[in-house]
């Protein structure tokens, strides 16, 4: 099958396409043929093994994926697709299903086919939904949705979001207002509109107002692009409120600080635990019209390296999408 590999840590460039061995579903798995994929932050991050996270989150990186090189030599962690053929103890999956997913840190999704177990992260394409957004469903939907609930937000509370035009904004702002917050979403001047589209309350746009200067305060400050900081975000929380963090080593620790001291605290729950029911719960939210994958730009397979590139230059509004085969419409 056509593969997108690398076997080196290193900029988009490292990347090429090649023949490689299709992989053989084992008894309790599904094989698929994959429609459509992503580049998301985490290939960007995993490429790069974290190069500019410093030492310690470089180490980590190298630790989980291997030390002098890359263990899964296949980037691509979210997928949408059908199934090809089904192992012999499968019960919930059959020949011709659309499918969607996420496999995680298991990556191997940048390429025609990848395998499944049934209770790993899957769940039937969303009726109407084309394989280009389920592809571009999970990865930001599934991490904010363990954040918001690891951060018990619910129904009246005032949240800011900030940076909710991204993979993880969209879905942040989408899921909160769907928890009852009332959502005050901070984004460039080109994102407002978008912002408001997903079901933001009030958009700030950051290149005209500093929300840590207004006055308002909020019981939860989502960062959900990793570009601002408990400490500045601090006056803006009302009493006992939470700062939910996306990435930062530095999160970790204020997380284990503010969990002892202080009234305010920082949430940042990791590994998460995702599971098959919450790629479940988010397909039900889309049948509902409740939730929808924002996408940017699409490219085929062969552009990766281009795809990757533009990624990199963390502007990209939701999600980036990459077409591996008659990826378009509906089945
Ligand atoms: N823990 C996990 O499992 C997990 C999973 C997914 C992502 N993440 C982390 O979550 C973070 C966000 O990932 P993502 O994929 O959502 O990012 P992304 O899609 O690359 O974010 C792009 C968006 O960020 C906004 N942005 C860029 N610089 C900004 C700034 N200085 N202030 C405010 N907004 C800014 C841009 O919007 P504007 O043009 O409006 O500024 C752009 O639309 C990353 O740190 C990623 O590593 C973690």
């Not at 009852?180 to 407002?192: F, L, P």
């Not at 939730?291 to 533009?310: F, G, H, M, N, Q």
């Amino acid at each position: 099958m056509r593969a997108v590999v690398y076997d080196t840590y290193g900029p988009p460039d490292v990347l090429r396409l090649e023949d490689v061995e299709r992989p053989v579903p084992k008894e309790d798995e599904v094989l698929v043929k994959i429609h459509a994929t992503t580049v998301n932050r985490l290939d960007v991050h995993t490429r790069e093994a974290n190069r500019g996270g410093g030492l310690a989150v470089m180490a980590l990186s190298r630790l989980v994926s291997g030390v002098r090189r890359p263990r899964q030599p296949i980037l691509g962690s979210e997928f949408s697709g059908v199934v090809e053929e089904v192992g012999a103890a499968v019960t919930e999956y059959a020949v011709g299903d659309s499918v969607f997913g996420d496999t995680g840190l298991g990556f191997g999704c940048h390429a025609e086919f990848t395998c499944m177990s049934e209770s790993d992260w899957m769940a039937r394409k969303p009726a109407g939904m084309s394989f280009e957004e389920a592809a571009a469903v999970c990865d930001g939907a599934l991490n904010v949705l363990w954040i918001l609930r690891k951060g018990d937000v619910k129904k009246g509370q005032k949240v800011l979001v900030y940076g909710s035009s991204g993979s993880c904004g969209t879905a942040t702002v989408q899921l909160t207002k769907y928890f009852g917050a009332d959502v005050t979403a901070v984004c460039k001047t080109k994102n407002v509109e978008l912002a408001r589209s997903l079901g933001a309350d009030r958009v700030i746009d950051y290149t005209q107002e500093d929300f840590t200067k207004n006055g308002e305060t909020y019981d939860v400050i989502v960062d959900a692009v990793g570009k601002h900081s408990f400490k500045r975000c601090k006056d803006s929380l009302k009493p006992g409120g939470k700062y939910l963090a996306t990435d930062g080593f530095r999160n970790l620790v204020l997380a284990m600080w503010t969990s002892r001291f202080g009234d305010k605290k920082v949430v940042f729950p990791i590994p998460p635990r995702y599971t098959k029911e919450d790629v479940g719960f988010l397909k039900e939210l889309i049948e509902a019209g409740k939730y929808r994958a924002v996408i940017d730009r699409c490219y085929p397979l062969e552009d990766v390296i281009e795809a990757a590139k533009y990624v990199e230059t963390q502007q990209k509004t939701g999600n980036v999408v990459l077409i591996v085969s008659g990826g378009a419409g509906n089945p």
